[in-house]
């Protein structure tokens, strides 16, 4: 999770720049997480567009610009030190204090984040629709602080958790398990915090952004900057929250590291309320599924006519002066945009109804969609080896020697995937700065190497991490066996956790090159109009990976113990065998490398300009020809 936060500022900032920017590193960074935050605006709706205008010439000169940063920064950094403050340390919390089993806890957190991020897609619906993003964030703010201030509770109260169990009743299996009421607390907690993630998540990066004129070069230098500070902010945030907040949680007290999420979270609510009457306040926008809707709808109408030859006969909605030829692939949607009679109005303004006819434009947006689907599937495994680094890893961390020298500071289990966001954001200056240039001169190409060769190479560092990973629980396994600690599953076994190292600094290294790669594929291929949906398309496989990682965990843990020999995910580390989980999802990232290549190959077939023609900037017609009226 938070790898996934830490994603956001960045992956915005190359959607506000300039038609074809040149490829910047830092603006695909985060994750995702800003999973269809911006839908509506890739379905375009004309009348709630002019009202926005409208309310934007009523407002006054003063509301929106950098004034209102402070408010907005200050809401994200505190937001996002109280969140990742509780989500990357409650795998050891769930473990320790409410005695469940590391595979109960494990597949828990997983079928929760996976929620949470599917959760961002009715939140933007929402935010986009009817509420607008102010009071999306508002509510999404008030749910996390109520989620926290629950979780507080049961940490500080006995009584609202299991009794403690100890080294002997853990090994016996006798601890105490909890009751209904107090899973149904631990529940609402995660309810709570899933709803603060539907609000916050899809609209506190657009709601920054919206304060900001985005017209001309000084407009997208505005922009940029802002999403420079933001991303700033956000990596600050969770490196504190890595480090000094889950080491009060571990070392200190769970209730004090919890209630200084509750302040983080309250001084995040205060700041961004102050910024009210300065704020630019945008009406809210239609979403993009009812666009979509209406192609599917109107291409079954008029499924019976035949498309013209002519395609500039097609409906294109007020463009007058170019108009974009459809793409090959998914020609039955073209006779959404036929014209019959009675479609248009009159005067020619508009459609009578969206649910009739709709516009080229509107139609490649979802052919777009369509088009990238297999390639949006090969980020799934990705996601489901990423999500081990905050459930499996930090298992192992906590029954490794996490101290720093014989008697020095002693590391937080949950604090391991601060590795991870380190050699992230050392790699990626390096990489913009000298990899780039270097293979730019071998392989003549602007970008230094290919979209689809950079998301291989993410695959595979990603199927090297989990073997890497495999090879360390066998010498963390093989020490705790020759030590006699097979049947005490709460030892500390003698094998400094710096041999985690390896694994979460190759993870985060995969994430650089896998997110470039995959969010420049969504960028580059989508329509203009559809560049929000880019990074919605790109962000929404963590949920995906998550649901799929919890799948995976269940029947692994139910199939492999047979015979009375313990399974691979055994509550026992030391009897059980995660190095052949590791393994096994290794061998499922390498075999997904071979489909991405397949897949790879079937776009470019199917699409041999999309991966090399140029867009027109003039005119932001993309990946699609351009022919004057």
Same mark, same amino acid.
């Given at each position: 999770?938070?790898? =996934? =936060? ?21 603006? /695909? ?33 003063? $509301? ?38 590391? /595979? ?89 915090? @899933?709803?603060?993630? %539907? ?46 907040? /889950? ?30 009457? /300065? ?101 799934? *495994? ?43 954001? *050392? ?18 190409? &602007?970008?230094?190497? @290919? ?26 396994? &093989? ?31 995969? =994430? %650089? ?6 969010? =420049? ?14 990074? $919605? ?36 580390? &030391? ?31 199917? &699409?041999?300009?999309?991966?090399? $023609? ?16």
């Amino acid at each position: 999770m938070a790898m =996934e =936060e830490q994603r956001t500022g960045a992956q915005a900032l190359q959607l506000y720049k300039s038609p074809r920017p040149r490829r910047n590193s830092f603006a /695909v960074i985060h994750h995702f997480n800003l999973c269809f935050a911006t839908f509506g605006r890739a379905a375009g709706n004309d009348k709630a567009e002019a009202a926005d205008e409208k309310k934007k010439d009523d407002e006054p000169r003063t $509301a929106g610009g950098w004034k209102t940063m402070p408010f907005i920064i200050g809401n994200e950094a505190c937001e996002k030190l109280a969140v990742a403050g509780l989500g990357s340390n409650m795998v050891v919390y769930l473990v320790t204090k409410y005695n469940m089993k590391k /595979v109960a806890a494990t597949n828990m957190l997983n079928i929760w984040s996976g929620t949470t991020s599917l959760a961002t897609l009715p939140g933007a619906f929402l935010a986009d629709s009817y509420l607008g993003r102010f009071w999306a964030i508002t509510i999404g703010c008030l749910s996390y602080l109520l989620g926290m201030s629950i979780l507080t509770l049961t940490a500080l109260i006995p009584r609202l958790r299991p009794s403690s169990c100890s080294a002997l009743e853990k090994k016996l299996n006798r601890c105490d398990s909890a009751s209904a009421w107090q899973f149904a607390l631990l529940v609402l907690v995660f309810a709570f915090k @899933t709803v603060g993630s %539907a609000g916050v998540r899809p609209s506190n990066m657009a709601f920054g952004a919206d304060q900001l004129e985005q017209e001309g070069a000084k407009g997208k230098r505005r922009v940029q900057s802002f999403f420079n500070w933001y991303y700033f902010s956000s990596c600050v945030a969770l490196i504190i929250s890595l480090t000094v907040i /889950v080491y009060i949680q571990t070392n200190v007290s769970w209730g004090i590291g919890f209630g200084i999420c509750i302040v983080f979270m309250l001084i995040s609510i205060v700041f961004f309320l102050l910024g009210r009457p /300065v704020y630019r306040h945008d009406v809210p926008r239609g979403s993009a599924f009812t666009g979509f809707a209406q192609v599917i709808v109107a291409s079954i109408r008029k499924r019976s006519l035949p498309l013209p030859s002519d395609f500039s006969q097609l409906y294109h909605g007020e463009q007058t002066d170019f108009k974009p030829k459809p793409t090959n692939q998914f020609s039955f949607l073209d006779k959404a945009a036929i014209i019959t009679e009675g479609d248009i109005r009159p005067d020619g303004s508009s459609p009578v109804s969206s649910w009739r006819i709709c516009s080229v434009e509107q139609i490649e947006g979802l052919k777009s969609i369509m088009r990238t689907l297999p390639i949006f599937s090969c980020g799934i *495994a990705n996601q489901i080896t990423n999500a081990q680094q905050h459930t499996f890893s930090v298992l192992q961390a906590l029954s490794m020697d996490r101290r720093l020298g014989s008697k020095g500071f002693q590391i937080p289990a949950g604090s391991f995937s601060v590795f991870s966001l380190l050699v992230l954001i *050392a790699w990626l200056p390096f990489y913009e700065r000298v990899v780039v240039p270097i293979a730019r001169r071998i392989t003549k190409d &602007n970008r230094g190497i @290919t979209m689809f060769q950079r998301m291989g190479i993410g695959f595979s560092i990603s199927a090297l991490s989990m073997l890497v990973a495999g090879l360390v629980e066998v010498k963390r396994r &093989n020490t705790a066996l020759s030590h006699g600690l097979a049947d005490q599953p709460s030892a500390i076994v003698p094998i400094s956790a710096l041999w985690l190292l390896p694994q979460f600094c190759i993870v985060g290294l995969g =994430e %650089a090159f896998h997110t470039i790669g995959n969010m =420049e594929f969504f960028y580059d291929q989508f329509p203009a109009t559809m560049r929000s949906t880019a990074i $919605a398309m790109s962000s929404c496989t963590s949920a995906l990976g998550h649901y799929l990682s919890a799948i995976i965990v269940t029947v692994v843990h139910n199939t492999t113990g047979r015979d009375g020999r313990p399974d691979w995910l055994d509550d026992n580390l &030391n009897r059980g065998h995660l190095e052949y989980f590791y393994w096994l999802l290794s061998t499922m990232e390498a075999l997904n490398l071979i489909y991405f290549v397949v897949c790879a190959r079937w776009y470019k077939r199917g &699409n041999p300009r999309a991966v090399e $023609a140029n867009p027109d900037a003039s005119t932001n017609c993309y990946e699609m020809e351009c022919m004057e009226a």
